[in-house]
């Protein structure tokens, strides 16, 4: 099978562990074909905060060009799997330039779009909203991750339907018509990626990929491609319920995965 993880941080963000190279060797033992690191972009957007933990401000901007080197070394390096370099970058209406202004700075083989919070009510992580309820949230969320597809900004859309590790989803015609209007307007403009970090993370004990099933069926009906990730803060953590990507995978009929080179899309038939 041809598998890829193209959603892994390293110990720069502040809440993940382990050496970069730690990361690697789990991805070989577990037979992938590609490892992407994608560590979280530094907090351009955000007013500066003293109170913000050390584990959410991201990665420090003066790491990234070591985050960089790090990667392009391991990547001439290593000959048995194929290495590539990207970033997590939130998305947040109105820093457009700043976006850009990282997308040209450095090679990346893809850029993660993310959303993590809504920038109008606050800077906290999504998960910990306490202000609005699932009927606010549900419907803005996805609206900000189609904007950011739309806006051409990113390659890849990250977690599309996070907020359920938290919140009940709503009615299933509501959820129904939500997921329809998000799959429509992602279309082509970017891949969404099958997150497995969903499986092991639900503080509700539902956990599953994200997107589920029934939204990423209506990614397949709307032509959107998609990729592979684990979200892994943890060298164990790659790879991780690759089993259940797989039978996903098939239960929404996709038989090709996106790869990246340079920015570029190519698709592959994972099961070959
Ligand atoms: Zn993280
Ligand atoms: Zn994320």
């Not at 089993?243 to 098939?250: A, G, N, Q, R, W």
């Amino acid at each position: 099978m041809y598998l890829v993880d193209y959603h892994v941080h390293t110990i720069r963000c502040g809440h993940a562990c382990g050496d970069d190279r730690e990361y690697i060797e789990v991805a070989i033992a577990k037979g992938l074909k590609e490892i992407g690191f994608s560590d979280h972009v530094p907090r351009f957007y955000s007013p500066p905060n003293p109170n913000l933990p050390v584990t959410e401000r991201g990665m420090d901007e003066v790491e990234l060009e070591g985050y960089v080197e790090s990667v392009l070394k391991y990547r001439s390096e290593y000959k048995e799997i194929k290495i590539k370099l990207g970033l997590e970058i939130d998305y947040v209406p109105g820093w457009e330039e700043r976006i850009e202004e990282f997308a040209k700075k450095y090679p990346w083989d893809y850029l993660i779009g993310s959303v993590h919070f809504v920038p109008e009510w606050n800077y906290e992580y999504i998960l910990r909203e306490k202000e609005h309820g699932p009927e606010e949230i549900f419907p803005r969320y996805f609206a900000l991750v189609a904007e950011a597809a739309e806006s051409g900004l990113f390659d890849i859309l990250g977690h599309i339907d996070l907020p359920k590790r938290a919140f009940r989803t709503l009615s299933p015609e509501v959820m129904q018509e939500l997921y329809q209007q998000l799959s429509r307007r992602i279309g082509t403009s970017a891949v969404v990626e099958l997150n497995s970090y969903g499986i092991r993370s639900s503080k509700l004990g539902n956990g599953e990929i994200y997107p589920n099933l029934e939204l990423l069926k209506l990614c397949r009906h709307n032509n959107v491609k998609v990729t592979l990730g684990s979200d892994a803060h943890r060298p164990q953590d790659v790879g991780t319920d690759y089993d259940k990507v797989s039978e996903i995978l098939e239960a929404a009929g996709y038989d090709q995965i996106v790869t990246f080179n340079g920015r570029k899309q190519e698709l592959q038939s994972w099961k070959a």
